[in-house]
């Protein structure tokens, strides 16, 4: 199986003693294929990996879907990377948007999207309009982000693209989060847990789906649930 997990609010969060357990399932499980899939960017992936305590992903899919990484070569996979920044604006893009009000921008290294803070006062229209002007996709999450990514690309669209690379079937496939920046991965169809804590909009989207669980054990609590909830899969704790 493949576990394809968000970082922060879900593989990152929960009890030590959740963590301690999932972490050390999937360290000892080679039946188990671990894909982080986050908003983060590769550098601070990369960071996050110099703790000895925390599994190493085989692929790293950063920045909201809009970069795709083999981990151990450091290279980014393809077709699928190529096919994205082809439909990349570039710096037009962050040169429109700076006419929007209420947007502040993330000063993190960002390829192929741009990210920014925003809150109550932010004209999130005049944003989406400029997205759509681009050709591109504008994801809010947590109340607070706002991404802008290529039209098409998000975490549910290249995570299936990059099963298509590794000839990896649909149904073999766990997804993990607690963000609307997540709600593409169950969107796709995939078998997948909402964890504890999660944003509440992201609960009523997911809501009745029947190929998600939503739980209340927060962050690695939920993703042990899910992996014991779902027999396929193989696993019980």
Same mark, same amino acid.
């Given at each position: 199986m493949? &576990?394809?997990?968000?970082?922060?609010?879900?593989?990152?969060?929960?009890?030590?003693?959740?963590?301690? $357990?999932?972490? =050390?399932?999937?360290?000892?499980?080679? *039946?188990? $294929? &671990?894909?982080?899939?986050?908003? !983060?960017?590769?550098?601070?992936?990369?960071?996050?990996?110099?703790?000895?305590?925390?599994?190493?992903?085989?692929?790293?899919?950063?920045?909201?879907?809009?970069?795709?990484?083999? %981990?151990?070569?450091?290279?980014?996979?393809?077709?699928?990377?190529?096919?994205?920044?082809?439909?990349?604006?570039?710096?037009?893009?962050?040169?429109? &948007?700076?006419?929007?009000?209420?947007?502040?921008? $993330?000063?993190?290294q $960002? #390829?192929?999207? +741009?990210?920014?803070?925003? *809150?109550?006062?932010?004209?999130? =229209?005049t944003? !989406?309009?400029?997205?759509?002007? %681009?050709? +591109?996709?504008?994801?809010?999450?947590?109340?607070?982000?706002?991404?802008? %990514?290529?039209?098409?690309?998000?975490?549910?669209?290249?995570?299936?693209?990059? %099963?298509?690379? &590794?000839?990896?079937?649909?149904?073999?496939?766990?997804?993990?989060? *607690?963000?609307?920046?997540?709600?593409?991965?169950?969107?796709?169809?995939?078998?997948?847990?909402?964890?504890?804590?999660? =944003?509440p909009?992201?609960?009523? !989207?997911?809501?009745?789906?029947?190929?998600?669980? #939503?739980?209340? +054990?927060?962050?690695?609590?939920?993703?042990? =649930?899910?992996?014991?909830?779902?027999?396929?899969?193989?696993?019980?704790?």
């Amino acid at each position: 199986m493949l &576990l394809a997990t968000d970082l922060d609010g879900t593989f990152l969060a929960g009890s030590a003693a959740d963590k301690a $357990q999932l972490y =050390e399932l999937v360290r000892s499980r080679e *039946d188990i $294929q &671990l894909v982080f899939v986050t908003g !983060r960017g590769i550098r601070s992936v990369l960071t996050l990996l110099e703790d000895p305590a925390l599994p190493r992903p085989e692929y790293i899919i950063c920045d909201v879907g809009a970069t795709v990484t083999h %981990l151990a070569s450091l290279v980014a996979v393809e077709p699928v990377q190529s096919a994205i920044a082809g439909l990349w604006p570039g710096d037009e893009v962050r040169e429109k &948007l700076k006419s929007v009000k209420g947007l502040l921008h $993330q000063e993190a290294q $960002q #390829q192929y999207r +741009c990210s920014y803070y925003y *809150d109550d006062a932010t004209d999130i =229209e005049t944003a !989406r309009q400029v997205a759509e002007s %681009l050709q +591109c996709d504008l994801v809010l999450s947590a109340g607070k982000y706002l991404d802008v %990514l290529p039209k098409g690309v998000n975490k549910g669209n290249t995570l299936q693209q990059l %099963l298509g690379v &590794l000839s990896l079937p649909h149904h073999q496939v766990l997804v993990a989060g *607690d963000s609307m920046n997540d709600y593409s991965m169950f969107e796709m169809g995939f078998k997948g847990v909402v964890v504890g804590d999660a =944003e509440p909009e992201l609960l009523v !989207r997911t809501a009745g789906m029947p190929n998600v669980l #939503q739980s209340d +054990c927060i962050g690695a609590g939920g993703i042990l =649930e899910a992996l014991n909830r779902f027999p396929e899969f193989g696993i019980y704790l």
